[in-house]
C-alpha cells in the first residue's frame, strides 16, 4: 500500500484544497516523502454529512456485523504491519518493537469490542412486563437498552498513534456501538494516520457498510478542528492530548446550541506514594523500577510518573538510588520539536521555584530535539504553598516531596488534581496505617495501583484508564477496556411498543439470546 497524501472523506480522496505539509523525522530532521494535502470546510461539511446519513442504518446493524467489522480492521492492519510499522518508525523515532506492539494493542482491542458487541449483554436490556391490574395505577410495560449517540469525531493523539489515533480504543468503541467515525489526523505522523485509514476505509467497503461510516481528515489549525466539532451532525468527541486543547475542545462542545459530550484525556501527574517500609526494605529495586518507569517511551506516557512522595527521613537514601539509576538512563527523540521545547520550558519553570532543587538528571538524546531526564525535589510545605508544582512536565520529569510523616501524605493528597492513576509503594502490615490516604486517593483517581508503576495500561474489562478533572473532562469514564464503549450510547426507553416494533434486542422471546435484566432479575 502506497502513500496517496490525502485525506479520505467516506469512499474517496479529499481535495487537498488547503496547502500541503510533510512529516519530520524527529530523529534525523529530515522531511518524508510524500507531501499531505490539508482540507478544510468543504471536506468537513462533507464526511459529517456522510456520517449523518450512514448512522440511519449503521446504528440498525446487529452486533455481529459491526463485530465483523473491527474483525476485518484488525485483519487489515496486521496485513500491513510491515508497511505500517516502517512509517511509524520514520514518523515517530519510536523502537520498532514499541511499534509492532502497539499494533498488537490496537488489534487486540478491537477484536475485544468484537466480542463484547457480537455477545450483547453490554447494552443492558431491561424488561418490565406490564401490570394492568395493579392498584391504585396500572402499570405500563417498559424496556429500555442503550442506543448509539451518533457521528463521534476522534482526535488523534501525538504519543500513542495507533492506539489512541485513527484506529484506537476511541474509534474501536465508537464503531462497536454503531456511531460513524470522523477522524482528525494527528499531523506529526500523517503517513501512519493514512495507512491505518486506508485499511478501515477499505474494510467499510468489504463488510457493506455505508461509506460515511468512517473519515479520516487532515486539518490545518485549530479553527477548523473547532468548526468539525460545531458541527450539528456530530453528537460526542474523544480526544487525548493537552488539557489546554481538551478545554479549548470542552468550550466549544459545550457552547452549541445543541451541547455534546467531549470524552478527553488531558493531563495527569501520577503521584506514586512509597512508605518509610517500603523505602527501608526495596528502596534500590524501588528507583530502579522508578527510573524506567520515568523514562519509558521518553517520558511521554499520560501514566508517567511525575510526582514522588516519600518521607524526609529517607530523603538521603531514596536520592541517591535515584541519582544510582537515573545517570544510567537516556531517552529516544521526542515525538515532535514542539513536545521537546514544551518539555525543556516546563523544566526551566520548576527550576525557578522557590525551594525546588534538582536531585538527578539522565542523559540527553542525540538527536535534533535533545531532552534529559530530570528529576526535582521540594519540601511538602513548599510544594502546598504553590499551585505551580502540581502542573503536568510531559516528558521524562518528576518531583520528589519530602514529607514530615504521614500527616503529610495526607496533606499533598488532598491538595493534587484529579489523576488516572495514583500508586502505593508499601510493605506488609503497614496498610492499615495508610487506610486514610488510599481512601483519599480514591476520590482522586481513576486506577489504584499497589507495589507496581503506573506506566502500562492493561486493555481488558475492569481496566479503567480515566478520573477526575483534569485528567479527563469526564471522571464517570474510561477510554481503555470495555466500558469505554458506554460513552458513545444513552438509555432509550419503550413503553407499551408492540413487539414486532421493538429491537430484537427487547422481543419478548429474546432471539438473540442475551442477558437481560427482566422484571428486576437476570435472566438468560
Known amino acids: 500500500m502506497s502513500l496517496v497524501g490525502k485525506s479520505l472523506v467516506g469512499s474517496e480522496f479529499g481535495s487537498g484544497s488547503e496547502g500541503e505539509f510533510k512529516a519530520i523525522n524527529p530523529a534525523s530532521g529530515e522531511t518524508l516523502e510524500p507531501a499531505f494535502g490539508l482540507d478544510g470546510k468543504d471536506a468537513i461539511n462533507k464526511a459529517t454529512s456522510l456520517a449523518a446519513e450512514a448512522f440511519q442504518s449503521f446504528k440498525l446493524t446487529s452486533g455481529a456485523k459491526r463485530a465483523q467489522l473491527l474483525r476485518t480492521i484488525a485483519s487489515g492492519l496486521e496485513a ?8 511509524m518508525q520514520e514518523e515517530t523515532a519510536l523502537p520498532e518493537g514499541r511499534c509492532r506492539g502497539e499494533m498488537g494493542r490496537t488489534c487486540g482491542q478491537l477484536r475485544m469490542f468484537a466480542d463484547l458487541v457480537e455477545e450483547g449483554s453490554w447494552l443492558d436490556a431491561r424488561v418490565e412486563h406490564a401490570d394492568p391490574d ?16 451518533g457521528p463521534v469525531v476522534v482526535f488523534g493523539a501525538s504519543n500513542f498513534p495507533l492506539a489512541f489515533s485513527v484506529a484506537g480504543g476511541d474509534t474501536a468503541s465508537a ?21 491505518v485509514g486506508r485499511v478501515i476505509q477499505e474494510s467499510v467497503a468489504t463488510c457493506g457498510m455505508p461509506e460515511g461510516v468512517f473519515s479520516l481528515l487532515f486539518l490545518p489549525g485549530e479553527q477548523l478542528a473547532q468548526e468539525l466539532v460545531q458541527s450539528p451532525e456530530v453528537k460526542a468527541v474523544g480526544f487525548t492530548g493537552s488539557r489546554r486543547g481538551g478545554r479549548a475542545i470542552m468550550d466549544v462542545a459545550a457552547a452549541r446550541p445543541e451541547p455534546i459530550p467531549v470524552f478527553a484525556e488531558m493531563s495527569s501527574i501520577n ?121 503536568e512536565i510531559f516528558g521524562p520529569a518528576s518531583l520528589v516531596v519530602f514529607c514530615d510523616g504521614a ?66 473532562s469526564d471522571g464517570r469514564s474510561t477510554s481503555v477496556g470495555t466500558q469505554a464503549a458506554f460513552r458513545f450510547c444513552r438509555p432509550v426507553c419503550w413503553q407499551d411498543c408492540p413487539d414486532e416494533l421493538l429491537p430484537k ?20
Open 175 to 195: 464503531l462497536a456501538v454503531g456511531c460513524p467515525v470522523i477522524a482528525k489526523a494527528h499531523l506529526a505522523h500523517p503517513g501512519t494516520s493514512e495507512l
Open 271 to 391: 503521584p506514586v506514594f512509597i512508605t518509610r517500609g517500603a523505602v527501608a526494605a526495596r528502596c534500590d529495586a524501588i528507583a530502579q523500577g522508578f527510573a524506567g518507569s520515568l523514562t519509558l517511551g521518553s517520558g511521554q506516557f499520560c501514566t508517567n510518573p511525575g510526582l514522588v512522595v516519600i518521607d524526609n527521613a529517607d530523603r538521603d537514601a531514596f536520592v541517591a538510588a535515584i541519582d544510582k539509576y537515573l545517570t544510567k538512563m537516556s531517552c529516544t527523540p521526542m515525538l515532535t520539536p514542539a513536545i521537546a521545547d514544551h518539555y525543556r520550558q516546563g523544566l526551566e519553570a520548576f527550576a525557578s521555584q522557590d525551594g525546588v532543587t534538582v536531585l538527578g538528571s539522565g542523559a540527553g538524546a542525540d538527536s535534533p530535539n535533545p531532552i534529559t531526564p530530570t528529576v526535582f525535589g521540594v519540601s511538602a510545605e513548599k510544594f502546598l504553598a504553590n499551585g505551580a508544582l502540581s502542573a
Open 134 to 149: 395493579r392498584a391504585p395505577l396500572p402499570k405500563p410495560g417498559t424496556r429500555s437498552m442503550l442506543r448509539p449517540l
Open 80 to 87: 500491513n504491519v510491515d508497511a505500517i510499522a516502517q512509517r
Open 505 to 524: 434486542e427487547l422481543q419478548e422471546s429474546n432471539p438473540l439470546g442475551i442477558t437481560r435484566l427482566v422484571d428486576g432479575k437476570r435472566v438468560i
Open 407 to 472: 500527616s503529610d501524605f495526607l496533606k499533598v493528597a488532598g491538595a493534587i488534581e484529579g489523576q488516572l492513576t495514583a500508586t502505593v509503594q508499601y510493605e506488609s502490615g503497614e496498610l492499615e496505617s495508610f487506610t486514610d490516604l488510599v481512601s483519599q486517593l480514591e476520590s482522586k483517581a481513576g486506577r489504584l495501583v499497589f507495589n507496581a508503576f503506573p506506566t502500562g495500561v492493561e486493555v481488558g474489562h475492569a481496566m479503567v484508564h480515566g478520573g477526575p478533572y483534569p485528567s479527563t
